[in-house]
């Protein structure tokens, strides 16, 4: 059983990996066409009329679809206080619960989410712009971003336990 959850966290891994470079790759092309259309504009050649509004949608998506690679790399925003000041068995343990609450929490998100993408698709609403995507893709992706969260909340779960086990401190090798 262990070798199966191990295979699916190493698959889950990269495949939270490659959602971080795609979402790489976008800010990439944001900083060249950015310029390209400055460039444009400059040279009286015309514009990307549709440029904001596809920043405004990558940005979007890359910070929720980015999420789940932020917590697995433990780069997120947070706070050590408590936890440095609570003995090493202690921190780990309250790290298990935040986990579990964390993962909870991304699962009632999730499913406010889903719930908000079903609307959406059934009323077919788009939004008042140039570049008019349904919105219920965006809620879509807001749903998903919570439940690969919440896996990977569940995940970290796992390994806080296991490093509680081996006596490691949870916190290891978290960040860049």
């Known amino acids: 059983m262990g070798?199966?959850?191990d295979a699916f966290d190493a698959a889950f891994a990269r495949f939270i990996?490659?959602?971080?470079?795609l979402v790489a790759v976008s800010v990439g092309l944001i900083a060249i066409l950015i310029p390209l259309n400055l460039f444009l504009v400059t040279v009286k050649w015309g514009?990307?009329?549709?440029l904001f509004e596809a920043v405004e949608y990558a940005l979007y998506i890359?910070?929720?679809?980015?999420?789940?690679?932020v917590l697995r790399q433990g780069a997120h925003i947070r706070v050590d206080v408590v936890t440095a000041a609570l003995p090493r068995t202690a921190a780990a343990r309250l790290e298990k619960v935040l986990d579990v609450a964390g993962c909870?929490?991304?699962?009632?998100?999730?499913?406010?989410?889903?719930?908000?993408?079903?609307?959406?698709?059934?009323?077919?609403?788009?939004?008042?712009?140039d570049l008019r995507i349904e919105n219920w893709y965006m809620m879509a992706v807001f749903a998903l971003?919570?439940?690969l969260l919440a896996v990977?909340?569940?995940?970290?779960?796992?390994?806080a336990a296991e490093a509680l086990e081996e006596d490691k401190d949870p916190a290891a090798?978290?960040?860049f």
């Open 173 to 175: 090798g978290s960040g």
């Open 152 to 159: 990977e909340f569940a995940l970290r779960f796992r390994r």
């Open 62 to 69: 890359g910070v929720f679809i980015g999420a789940p690679w």
């Open 17 to 21: 990996v490659w959602l971080a470079v």
């Open 47 to 50: 514009s990307l009329p549709w």
């Open 3 to 5: 070798s199966l959850i």
């Open 104 to 129: 909870l929490l991304c699962l009632l998100l999730c499913a406010y989410g889903l719930r908000l993408t079903l609307l959406e698709f059934e009323d077919g609403t788009l939004p008042d712009k």
């Open 145 to 147: 971003s919570f439940l």
